[in-house]
């Protein structure tokens, strides 16, 4: 048995905020035996979720594609494209990443972090976690305490190098996210 490439070639895949709402968009160059294309969202790359579904065209030649969530989740999410052909064989887009702003600001004190501590000051409903994420995008979980609504205690990892990095806070409605420096 060998391996057959997908007969569906992605172009392009990106999203824009559009007043309240996230508009998907991709381009194919041929779509031979093509079937539909799934959408996926979630506030963590690893952990998206089924969105919707678009009916490819199925011919050869180029194709331009338009889907708008309206229902985008508010602070850092991302999208995946995923290509599935008549026999059931599938390709996966590269993720895109949109931030939509959220209700409230993200607050964190003190920062530069200097103790491996910091208090984050948040609009929203309950945390549900907490992490860092490095420039080359490694994810690093924190421990974190809430302490009254609105205000959570992060613990950050000791083995964590000095540098800057995205502290995210996913409750469970939002992803919030503030640059902070890590100091010590």
Same mark, same amino acid.
């Given at each position: ?7 569906? *070639? ?32 979630? *506030? ?68 530069? *972090? ?5 208090? *984050? ?64």
């Amino acid at each position: 048995m060998s391996a057959v490439p997908l007969p569906v *070639v992605l172009l392009n895949f990106y999203g824009n905020k559009k007043d309240k709402n996230v508009v998907l968009q991709w381009n194919t160059g041929d779509e031979t035996n093509g079937n539909h294309f799934e959408l996926y969202k979630g *506030v963590q790359p690893a952990s998206l979720q089924y969105l919707d579904k678009v009916n490819a065209s199925g011919t050869g030649g180029t194709h331009s594609y338009s889907y708008t969530d309206n229902n985008p989740m508010k602070g850092l999410s991302y999208y995946q494209l995923k290509l599935v052909d008549n026999n059931g064989a599938y390709k996966l887009s590269s993720v895109v990443k949109i931030n939509i702003d959220a209700t409230g600001i993200l607050s964190v004190f003190p920062n530069p *972090v200097t103790n491996h501590t910091v208090l *984050v000051t948040y609009q929203g409903t309950r945390v549900k976690s907490v992490q860092l994420i490095s420039a080359d995008g490694k994810q690093i979980p924190c421990s974190f305490n809430e302490l009254y609504n609105g205000q959570v205690k992060v613990s950050i990892p000791t083995s964590v190098a000095k540098g800057v990095y995205t502290l995210q806070l996913t409750t469970d409605i939002t992803a919030n996210s503030a640059v902070i420096v890590v100091s010590q």
